[in-house]
Nanobody
């Protein structure tokens, strides 16, 4: 089981940008889906963006065109570039990895967060209006 550590959260005004990072303890990305989830107070956790080992990506409709998921294989690091942030993006953001087959972003995004093999502790993002 890989250990995931998120960083990069913080407070920003609406329209601003943040970049989240998730460092993995091994090269999980080579055989896994990697994803970002978020949970706002009083709301269910939702998948924000997923990338698979072939670089295919999928995004939640609410962030499409504003968020970009990527990974640096040499650094075992997953990123989430968040631009044009909105107050409704305020949430705790979690990184996760899942090696269950098929390792295809379109399948992985449908899996419940609790079932992903490895999950980070989360980083808070607050967007003020």
């Amino acid at each position: 089981q890989v250990t995931l550590v998120e960083s990069g959260g913080g407070s920003v005004q609406a329209g601003g940008s943040l970049r989240l990072s998730c460092v993995a303890s091994d090269d999980a990305h080579t055989s896994a889906c990697m994803g970002w989830f978020r949970q706002a107070p009083g709301q269910e956790r939702e998948a924000v963006a997923v990338i698979d080992s072939n670089g295919r990506t999928i995004y939640a409709d609410s962030v499409q065109g504003r968020f970009t998921v990527s990974q640096d294989n040499a650094k075992n690091t997953l990123y989430l570039q968040m631009d044009s942030l909105k107050p409704e993006d305020t949430a705790t953001y979690y990184c996760a990895a899942d090696r269950r087959l098929p390792v295809v972003a379109a399948f992985c995004v449908k899996r419940n967060f609790a079932g992903w093999g490895s999950r980070g502790q989360g980083t808070q993002v607050t967007v003020s209006s």
